[in-house]
């Protein structure tokens, strides 16, 4: 991540766990742990993203298993897991992003349009050479992984490349570009 | 009391209801819309005592349902469930005619104390 588009990003990643943790214990009655070193979220992949453009260009993704999904779809609609749709949990986790999201828009301090959510399956994680860990939402400016009972979600606020192109990492991705994968 | 729902999210309309029950304000009839045209059908309709939505929602949005509705004279006590709380949002909401913001994440008892400030008469 460059020094330049860092330093325009005025939120951090303890203000992220601090939304995701209000959000987890508000909507869910869950509580949200910090986890260190970051472990990858197992396949298969879901990403809830909604994005920011105006005063702040970007966005802002969850981004965790679909079992993990399915779970919280379960608390949402006070359903067994069992009675989950696809379409029960791309509308629980994407409404979680959009109150995730619309509480990092406010960190921001600047005017922004927040877009209603997207929510995709991802493919699953192939080892192989490296690829950048840059997908449609822009790269990560700030991200913190963090674990409710077993599961496991990455909250990450996305900054478009303003002037400088996206860092490539030199370890395996956590994933490629986010897009729409098999459900 | 009859409270329209209105959020495009089923999971929030029943978090939102659930909330509303734990408020102690279950007792109310509560009823759905999934978008902003649909609300104003069921505002034509039924004739809700209050409304509670979303804003961000696909067109016509939460703001648009308010202005349509205050367009129409209907001056249904309105107020907005978002995740869109920064200062900005609550003044364009104020200047709607919104009675109020409720920010999510929110509890029952941000829920009620919003309602009770449009709902329960000043001595």
Same mark, same amino acid.
């Given at each position: 991540?460059?020094?330049?588009?860092?330093?325009?990003?005025?939120?951090?990643?303890?203000?992220?766990?601090?939304?995701?943790?209000?959000?987890?214990?508000?909507?869910?009655?869950?509580?949200?742990?910090?986890?260190?070193?970051?472990?990858?979220?197992?396949?298969?992949?879901?990403?809830?993203?909604?994005?920011?453009?105006?005063?702040?260009?970007?966005?802002?993704?969850?981004?965790?298993?679909?079992?993990?999904?399915?779970?919280?779809?379960?608390?949402? &609609? =006070?359903?067994? *897991?069992?009675? +989950?749709?696809?379409?029960?949990? %791309?509308? $629980?986790?994407?409404?979680?992003?959009?109150? /995730?999201?619309?509480?990092?828009?406010?960190?921001?301090?600047?005017?922004?349009?927040?877009?209603?959510?997207?929510?995709?399956?991802?493919?699953?994680?192939?080892?192989?050479?490296?690829?950048?860990?840059?997908?449609?939402?822009?790269?990560?400016?700030?991200?913190?992984?963090?674990? &409710? =009972?077993?599961? *496991?979600?990455? +909250?990450?606020?996305?900054?478009? %490349?303003? $002037?400088?192109?996206?860092?490539?990492?030199? /370890?395996?991705?956590?994933?490629?570009?986010?897009?729409?994968?098999?459900? | 009391?009859?409270?329209?729902?209105?959020?495009?999210?089923?999971?929030?309309?029943?978090?939102?209801?659930?909330?509303?029950?734990?408020?102690?304000?279950?007792?109310?009839?509560?009823?759905?819309?999934?978008?902003?045209?649909?609300?104003?059908?069921?505002?034509?309709?039924?004739?809700?005592?209050?409304?509670?939505?979303?804003?961000?929602?696909?067109?016509?949005?939460?703001?648009?349902?308010?202005?349509?509705?205050?367009?129409?004279?209907?001056?249904?006590?309105?107020?907005?469930?978002?995740?869109?709380?920064?200062?900005?949002?609550?003044?364009?909401?104020?200047?709607?005619?919104?009675?109020?913001?409720?920010?999510?994440?929110?509890?029952?008892?941000?829920?009620?104390?919003?309602?009770?400030?449009?709902?329960?008469?000043?001595?």
């Amino acid at each position: 991540m460059s020094g330049s588009v860092s330093a325009a990003v005025p939120v951090s990643e303890g203000d992220l766990a601090a939304v995701a943790r209000a959000v987890w214990d508000a909507t869910l009655g869950l509580g949200l742990d910090g986890i260190e070193p970051a472990p990858p979220v197992p396949d298969p992949r879901l990403a809830a993203v909604v994005s920011l453009s105006g005063g702040f260009e970007g966005a802002v993704s969850l981004e965790l298993s679909t079992a993990a999904g399915r779970e919280i779809a379960s608390l949402m &609609f =006070g359903l067994g *897991v069992e009675e +989950i749709s696809w379409e029960d949990t %791309a509308d $629980a986790v994407g409404e979680l992003a959009n109150i /995730v999201g619309g509480n990092v828009k406010a960190l921001l301090g600047r005017p922004a349009a927040l877009s209603l959510p997207s929510v995709v399956a991802l493919p699953p994680v192939t080892p192989g050479p490296c690829r950048p860990a840059v997908g449609r939402a822009g790269p990560v400016a700030r991200g913190v992984t963090m674990g &409710f =009972g077993r599961n *496991v979600v990455r +909250i990450a606020l996305h900054a478009s %490349a303003t $002037a400088d192109p996206p860092a490539v990492t030199d /370890v395996p991705a956590a994933g490629r570009e986010i897009g729409k994968g098999d459900r | 009391m009859r409270i329209l729902v209105v959020d495009d999210s089923r999971a929030m309309r029943l978090i939102i209801r659930r909330q509303l029950r734990r408020a102690g304000l279950g007792e109310h009839t509560v009823t759905e819309a999934a978008d902003g045209a649909e609300a104003l059908a069921a505002v034509l309709a039924d004739r809700p005592t209050l409304v509670l939505s979303d804003w961000n929602m696909p067109a016509p949005d939460g703001l648009q349902l308010l202005t349509e509705l205050r367009r129409r004279g209907i001056n249904v006590p309105f107020g907005f469930i978002t995740s869109e709380g920064t200062p900005e949002m609550r003044r364009r909401a104020e200047e709607a005619g919104a009675a109020f913001v409720v920010a999510k994440p929110f509890g029952a008892d941000d829920l009620r104390a919003a309602i009770e400030e449009v709902t329960v008469p000043r001595v």
